[in-house]
């Protein structure tokens, strides 16, 4: 099975800060990457999917990146929205593991 | 807009079979090229990935779970379906239902908690 490694597992940052999060595939998977956003209680929400596409209704201040094994989520001005914990996850093949996610928090 | 809503019991007795459904409204179920996915996440840990059955009825489960897990679909409901058997504490978690769209879950559940206990 491919395994995703996030890091950082946690961040601070501040508002109007540029952050990237990494996400690395322990064999290449192409670009078949979503990233996810979850807040407390909340079920995840898509922002990114094929590693690059910016999921409808979703801020343009969110990009990624990547294929093969590398992979990254960047936010280009942070809002005080964005902190939240956010997933990696595969779907070049079974099973669609996540990453064990990174929580951003406010500094 | 498509919306999922998991339902189910919220307590289950260790050993016994744990039993959630997720009603789809706003699509049909039936509709092909999408995934009907289940994922957990155990108090304050991350995602894990359960498995999701094709429109076609195909089945795939996370390899750590396969021997206790069937996840099926009810056309007729428009509902699928989610039978973790032989829970342990472990199994304690949010469960959430999701669709997929070649392996992108594009639509979720609110997510509904299952805790395990005598």
């Known amino acids: 099975a491919i395994q995703l490694t996030q890091s950082p597992s946690s961040l601070s940052a501040s508002v109007g800060d540029r952050v990237t999060i990494t996400c690395r595939a322990s064999?290449?998977?192409?670009?078949?990457l979503a990233w996810y956003q979850q807040k407390p209680g909340k079920a995840p929400k898509l922002l990114i999917y094929?590693?690059?596409s910016l999921e409808s209704g979703v801020p343009s201040r969110f990009s990624g990146s990547g294929s093969g094994t590398d992979f990254t989520l960047t936010i280009s001005s942070l809002q005080p929205e964005d902190f939240a914990t956010y997933y990696c996850q595969q779907f070049n093949s079974y099973p669609h593991f996540f990453g064990q996610g990174t929580r951003l928090e406010i500094k | 807009q498509l919306q999922l809503q998991e339902s189910g019991s919220g307590l289950v007795k260790p050993s016994q079979t744990l039993s959630l459904t997720c009603a789809v409204s706003g699509g049909s179920i039936s509709s092909g090229g999408y995934s009907w996915s289940w994922i957990r996440q155990p108090p304050g840990k991350g995602l894990e990935w359960i498995g999701y059955i094709y429109h076609s009825g195909s089945t795939y489960y996370n390899p750590s779970l396969k021997s206790r897990v069937t996840i099926s679909v009810d056309r007729s409901k428009n509902q699928f379906s989610l039978k973790l058997s032989s829970v342990t504490a472990a199994d304690t978690a949010v469960y959430y239902c999701?669709?997929?769209?070649?392996?992108?879950?594009?639509?979720w559940g609110q997510g509904t908690l299952v805790t395990v206990s005598s």
């Open positions: 064999q290449g998977i192409s670009s078949a």
């Open positions: 999701a669709r997929g769209v070649q392996g992108v879950l594009d639509y």
């Open positions: 094929d590693a690059s």
